[in-house]
């Protein structure tokens, strides 16, 4: 938990933990204005998973599209939100988000009852997969164009159909296909899961800047809950 305030809105944290055995990554966080109106108060966060382009150490590439650069325009949104930045040349791997949440909610006031996960192109991707890995820690997930996760669409489905999912894709979309989201989508629904889908037909593989400006999706996430 953290005892100094960090100021609300975006800003740029890093993690000087020394423990050489583990991997930590920077990341943009974003603390709601009353968050320090009640000290007792946990909020919900949103993990937000880069697309490929981002990665490095200069978070200002973190910052400039999606979730972030919405945040940047002094969103007023009710919850804490992190966006990590991946290492050069590295995807993610799903115990490496794990990590890096159980990490964040050890120092911020978060209700680990909403935890909800999302990322676009390969961080769309890594999403499905921290998800079908560690079917339990999250409350909701929102993939964003990214379905190069399994081609076990069936099995994977079962492990995560108790989970509330929002899935986005653009129709338009030469990177990863919408006909393989669709499979997914399908798969999902088969083994009965909560599970929306948005497949806007005039957008192609960026369709993350249409989609974090969505009002609705924002009010869909507050509604879940382990």
């Not at 991997?23 to 697309?51: C, E, G, R, S």
């Not at 993939?143 to 076990?152: A, H, K, Q």
Request: with cysteine.
């Amino acid at each position: 938990m953290c005892f100094y305030q960090i100021p609300t809105g975006q800003s740029f944290q890093k993690n000087e933990d020394q423990d050489s055995s583990k991997t930590y990554l920077q990341y943009l966080l974003y603390l709601p204005k009353q968050y320090y109106a009640d000290n007792t108060k946990k909020w919900p966060l949103i993990v937000f998973l880069q697309h490929l382009g981002a990665e490095g150490t200069n978070i200002n590439l973190v910052r400039s599209s999606a979730l972030p650069k919405r945040l940047e325009k002094d969103a007023d949104l009710p919850f804490i939100v992190v966006s990590p930045q991946a290492l050069l040349k590295q995807l993610w791997e799903p115990e490496l988000i794990k990590n890096f949440v159980e990490s964040v909610c050890d120092k911020y006031q978060i209700d680990r009852n909403r935890i909800y996960l999302t990322g676009a192109s390969i961080g769309g991707s890594a999403t499905w997969a921290t998800a079908i890995e560690y079917p339990d820690l999250f409350a909701a997930i929102v993939p964003v164009c990214g379905n190069r996760y399994s081609t076990s669409y069936e099995e994977n489905a079962k492990k995560i159909a108790h989970i509330p999912i929002w899935v986005f894709h653009g129709a338009l979309d030469t990177t990863f296909r919408k006909e393989v989201t669709i499979e997914i989508v399908n798969a999902l629904k088969k083994a009965g899961a909560n599970v929306r889908f948005t497949l806007y037909p005039d957008l192609g593989h960026v369709c993350w800047e249409r989609v974090y400006n969505e009002p609705e999706l924002y009010e869909w996430l507050l509604q879940q809950s382990k």
